[in-house]
């Protein structure tokens, strides 16, 4: 049995795209050293793309409409933006909040307004394909969360039918205690939750061994 209640409050489900813009010197600034300023930003781009195109392939999970929006930093207006290729349907808006918690929360509680469950990603894990969207969705149908959890003790993907303002709040961001921290807090919460298997998101230079071989452009210098 989960604590998912038989109401809800709308059939669609938003998925949020945490993103920075791709800028040098602004993403993905760990893999600096290894890359140079300019690879780690086109890197950056390549796996903004991959979840965009990935997200956009969702569209409904077991009769339940799924949405997908980019929550941008700096906002959307921004000139740094003006290169990416998003695609003119998707939402966008401004990521809003101190840390990353904050920003995670606001987009929550905003996609709550009008969905039945919400679905947070980050940009920089090329595994979160198609497969692992339709599987988050399906969860959310059984329970009150879902967690994509990293190797790196993070976590990919979180999805959430009701926000709890403690699941995000004092958390050791970019740390290996994310995961652990959030699974305690979900569980203080009385929320059940399920768990997908561990992947790889790309940080620093270790993880670029984690770029799938046959995924398109992945070579970096192509």
Not at 37 to 65: F, H, P, S
Not at 128 to 149: G, N, R
Not at 191 to 199: F, G, I, R, T
């Amino acid at each position: 049995m989960t604590s998912v209640s038989s109401e809800v409050v709308s059939q669609k489900i938003r998925v949020q795209i945490i993103a920075k813009a791709p800028l040098a010197g602004f993403a993905k600034t760990r893999l600096i050293p290894a890359l140079g300023a300019d690879a780690a930003a086109a890197l950056a781009e390549k796996m903004l793309l991959n979840i965009i195109r990935n997200c956009a392939t969702v569209t409904e999970v077991d009769g339940v409409t799924v949405k997908s929006s980019l929550w941008m930093s700096p906002e959307p207006e921004s000139p740094h933006w003006r290169c990416v290729n998003i695609p003119h349907n998707f939402e966008r808006y401004a990521q809003q909040g101190e840390d990353l918690g904050e920003r995670m929360a606001c987009a929550f509680e905003r996609g709550l307004v009008d969905a039945c469950a919400v679905i947070v990603v980050g940009s920089d894990c090329p595994e979160i394909d198609a497969s692992v969207l339709y599987w988050a969705a399906t969860a959310l149908q059984a329970h009150d969360a879902c967690l994509v959890p990293c190797a790196d003790g993070g976590y990919a993907l979180i999805g959430l039918r009701k926000v709890e303002a403690s699941v995000f709040a004092d958390i050791p961001w970019s740390t290996d205690r994310v995961a652990d921290l959030t699974r305690q807090r979900l569980a203080e919460c009385g929320m059940s939750c399920a768990e997908y298997k561990l992947v790889h998101d790309i940080d620093v230079a270790e993880d670029l061994a984690y770029l799938p071989s046959d995924w398109p452009e992945s070579t970096l210098g192509a």
